[in-house]
């Protein structure tokens, strides 16, 4: 399968110009493609064509890209599964690849990162179904002449060594007799320092290889006998961990149990961009709090001057109810003042509640949203700092604008940060449009 041509693929978003646009582009590559609009009928199709690639983005409704991929991975495991996410989406494109996703590629998707995805994707499939292609062939033939055995071996042994995954294999005493080049990799060993004078348990930590045989006897992990995606950690060279996903099966003779064979992947790439993600919403979060610093002092005068004006009226109020006999034409002007102190009231609330809205710390919630309604949040706490410096803001807003997808905290933050830089480069005040 070195033709595009002969590769299926099922691509599954609800987005239908994003889902039409890639279709064209897989379809000139040569790629045969199926689409589906959400979850439920991407993994439907799936079953109906048994595609070799799926192509799915994570954020749908009812059934998201993560339960697609679950499905497929149960259902049809020989399927390779790419995902598509959003920029701030990386905690979930974390998750898909550890739940054995071949790769995940970010929106706006452009052509060079997803034919490296799909390159990778191929490598996988090709890999996976040859082993096991010439496994059925060898428990078929029974390798029927010594050239064929042979020929076998020598390919068996082209194909571990070239595996992206780690491969080792232990007897029934934990001996090791397979260590691919990627375990090699991965650990720091050389093969000839492993094969037939290492045990496995000298790559795990303490206790750890007694875990394993546990896991391997329930079926949590992908049933009895068999262990998928379960996180462990092995030993290099220099005595450091390096965090792996280990898929594990155990060979047997009849009901005689003769060893294990394990797969490994590298998660350090994985977890070196969880400490990014984190990072990135630590940083953030940081020039959030930043921001509310600056926000601060020009937010105590704008709630100080309505509440100002609602101490007077209430003052002027209790000095009218002392001298007593209130007249038809006293009763009008308290309804004007409570009126006044009834909308006083609601300005201090506003910019309160749009404070502490900004100041939460949440995660990313994308969301439709309206820019009237988010200009207005964005103006209401920095009307006060404007003013100050002598600035007056022009607002323009279309009334006809469609709703955005996005986050409204951390937009909102981003307008206001825009405008601050604005009021800093305006000394001399001035019109901010």
Known sequence: MNQSASWKIVLIDDEHDIREVMAIALED????????????????????????IVITDIRMPEMDGLQVLETLKTKIPDTEVI?????????????????????????????????????????????????????????????????????????????IESSMDGILACDATGTILTFNKSMETITGHLKKDVIHKKLFNDFLKPGEEIKIKAELANEKFGGKD???????SLRNRSNQYIPVQLSATVLKDGEQKNGVVCFFRDLRQIKKLEHEVTDQARILHQDKMMSLGRLAASVVHEINNPLSGILNYVRLMIRILKKGNIGEE????????????????????????????????????????????????CVILSQHKLELSNITLERRVNPNLPLVYGDMNQLQQCIINLIFNAVDSMPKGGVLK
């Open 29 to 52: 590559s040569g790629y045969e493609v199926f689409t589906a609009n959400d979850g439920k009928s991407g993994v439907k199709l799936c079953k109906e064509v048994l595609p070799h």
């Open 83 to 159: 995902v598509t996410t959003a920029f701030g989406e990386m905690d979930l494109a974390i998750r898909a690849l550890q739940l054995d996703a071949s790769d995940f590629v970010t929106k706006p998707i452009n052509d060079q990162a997803l034919n490296l995805a799909l390159k990778r994707a191929k490598n996988r499939y090709t890999s996976k179904k040859q082993l096991a292609d010439y496994t059925t062939l060898l428990e078929k033939e029974n390798a029927e002449t010594s050239q064929q055995l042979i020929q076998f071996i020598n390919f068996q042994k082209n194909l």
């Open 226 to 232: 068999r262990l998928f995606l379960y996180e462990t």
């Open 330 to 377: 006293k009763k009008e002007k308290f309804e004007r003042y409570l009126d006044l102190v009834e909308k006083e009231t609601q300005r201090c609330s506003q910019i309160v509640s749009g404070l502490l809205t900004f100041s939460r710390k949440s995660t990313p919630s994308f969301e439709k949203i309206e820019i009237h309604d988010l200009m207005e949040r």
